[in-house]
Nanobody, 120 residues
Framework: QVQLVESGGGSVQPGASLRLSCVVS????????YAWFRQAPGKEREGIAC????????FYGDSVRGRFTISRDNAKNTVYLQMNSLKPEDTAVYHC?????????????WGQGTQVTVSS
């Protein structure tokens, strides 16, 4: 079982930066792939960034590419999302997600989310 706890959200002005953290417990960080999703009121959940456990390759959604960076620190059991040049449309609840393919079955886990509000 994997537990994910996000933090680092808040209310900021457009153009500001925030760094979200996702502390992972229950399994070594290296055992899973990780992703950040977000969901704004009235909108579908959107996957915005992911990082692979096999080679640390990363992928970003079009809406955040070039502004957000996903990374992980195995020693701290933490996955990060550095968010720069924030825009009002980045306002959402941000969730950390972990998954792993084991014995032919996918296992996945979600954190409770952290609110990010971008407003002038």
């Amino acid at each position: 079982q994997v537990q994910l706890v996000e933090s680092g959200g808040g209310s900021v002005q457009p153009g500001a930066s925030l760094r979200l953290s996702c502390v992972v417990s229950g399994r070594p960080l290296e055992s899973h792939n990780y992703a950040w999703f977000r969901q704004a009121p009235g909108k579908e959940r959107e996957g915005i960034a992911c990082i692979s456990t096999s080679d640390d390759s990363t992928f970003y959604g079009d809406s955040v590419r070039g502004r957000f960076t996903i990374s992980r620190d195995n020693a701290k059991n933490t996955v990060y999302l550095q968010m720069n040049s924030l825009k009002p449309e980045d306002t959402a609840v941000y969730h950390c997600h972990a998954d792993r393919l084991w014995a032919g079955r996918w296992y996945d886990y979600w954190g409770q989310g952290t609110q990010v509000t971008v407003s002038s």
